[in-house]
């Protein structure tokens, strides 16, 4: 079985009435790496070719997620333009028109769907676990 990481290095937080961002971790052991196998790498390629297939049906109205320099989410339609100062990036959980699936409303939509032990799934051993549900859940 061939053996790849994925490195935790930050994180996605919300600054009241600034937005989203990306943000260091909150302690050095929050900084980690996990293991993942063939099965997980093969459905997380699966995964990004249906985005990619979904990026086609939505057309217009299929949303890119950048990073501005100071960390800053900006979320936009992919017909306008890149913001300046801005990359594009690729999140895991997003919803099938790109929107980001952020960590309140994944919970919400496990507690609404009677999975109450929500905890469990941002362990850090339990990663594949919330890709697996959010890919799964019904947005």
Known sequence: MQRKKINLHRQIRYISKRGYFFSTLKTESSYRSIIVGDDLLAEMSRWQN?????????????????????????????????????????LLCIRDDGLIILRGVLTDLLRAKDLNDVKNIFNPCHAAGFFFVAKNLSL
């Open 50 to 90: 249906q985005q990619a297939e979904n990026e086609k049906q939505f057309g217009g109205s299929y949303v890119y997620v950048y990073r501005e320099n100071n960390g800053h989410i900006e979320r936009r339609s992919k017909t306008l333009p890149v913001p300046p100062n801005a990359e594009k990036v690729s």
